[in-house]
């Protein structure tokens, strides 16, 4: 299984990632290693302003190539698969006055 980290340094960043319309939750993550569909990989996470670092186990539902159109960063979107819940309720937490925005995203 493959291992991810990201350190989220602001909100925006954090608001790029979401990935709210994969249920229960997903998460984009920045990488230029190469991934394919389903397959299964450890997220480690660090929240903006915050020292604890949250993981998860998740499957790659979503992926973005080198040279994505519209600038978008190569990487993968992650499904959560353990603790959804849990991790849904922190990150939307946080980004309770960016959920409704209109700006893009690293995915759509």
């Known amino acids: ?7 989220f340094e602001s909100l925006q960043q954090l608001y790029r990632a979401y ?9 984009f993550v920045a990488t230029a ?3 394919t569909l389903g397959q299964e990989v450890r997220v ?7 020292n604890q670092i949250y993981d998860f186990s998740g499957k790659v539902v979503w992926i973005n190539p080198v040279g994505a159109s519209g600038g978008r960063p190569a990487g ?12 849904k309720h922190h990150i939307e937490k946080l980004l309770s006055s960016e959920l409704a925005s209109a700006d893009l995203t690293s995915t759509m």
């Not at 299984?1 to 350190?7: A, E, G, I, T, Y």
């Not at 990935?19 to 998460?27: E, S, V």
């Not at 480690?44 to 915050?50: D, E, R």
């Not at 993968?76 to 991790?87: N, P, Q």
Request: charged share 15%; hydrophobic share 50%; aromatic share 10%.
């Open 1 to 7: 299984m493959s291992n991810l980290v990201v350190k």
């Open 19 to 27: 990935m709210p319309f994969i249920k229960p939750i997903g998460m």
């Open 76 to 87: 993968v979107g992650v499904k959560i698969l353990t603790e959804a819940d849990f991790h």
């Open 44 to 50: 480690s996470y660090q929240l903006p302003a915050m």
């Open 33 to 35: 290693d190469s991934f």
